[in-house]
Nanobody, 124 residues
C-alpha cells in the first residue's frame, strides 16, 4: 500500500507560480511511476504530467508543456509539480498518483494509488 498526500495548492493570479508536492508513504517509492492529474468542475479527470521511477524521463500534456515541470526526490519519497505562467484554465483539483509498473503513462486507469487532491485556483 502507498499513501499519497498532496500539498501546495492555493489561489494565485494569472501569470503566477505554484509548487505542488506529493509525499508518499512506503519504502518502495523509487520503484513507482508517478503522475499528476487534474479535474476541473464538470470535467473529466485529465493527465498533466508523469515521471519515470528513476526520474530520467518525463512526459507532459500539451497545454502545460513548457510551463509545468515534474520532478521527484526518491530519498524524500516526494514528487513535485512546479507550475509557472499559470492561466485561469489551469484551475482544478490536482491529484498525484502512483503506478507500480512502468513505463510512464498518461492513462489514469493504469495508476494504482491516488492522493486526495489539492485545489489550485488561478484568477484572471
Amino acid at each position: 500500500q502507498v499513501q499519497l498526500v498532496e500539498s501546495g495548492g492555493g489561489l494565485v493570479q494569472a501569470g503566477g507560480s505554484l509548487r505542488l508536492s506529493c509525499a508518499a508513504s512506503g519504502r518502495t517509492f523509487s520503484m513507482y511511476v508517478m503522475g499528476w492529474f487534474r479535474q476541473a468542475p464538470g470535467k473529466d479527470r485529465e493527465f498533466v504530467a508523469t515521471i519515470s521511477a528513476d526520474g530520467g524521463f518525463c512526459h507532459y500534456e500539451a497545454s502545460v508543456q513548457g510551463r509545468f515541470t515534474i520532478s521527484r526526490d526518491n530519498a524524500k519519497n516526494t514528487v513535485f509539480l512546479q507550475m509557472d505562467s499559470l492561466k485561469p484554465e489551469d484551475t482544478a483539483v490536482y491529484y498525484c498518483a502512483a503506478a507500480n509498473r512502468g513505463p510512464v503513462t498518461a492513462q489514469p486507469t493504469l495508476y494504482d494509488y491516488w492522493g486526495q487532491g489539492t485545489q489550485v485556483t488561478v484568477s484572471s
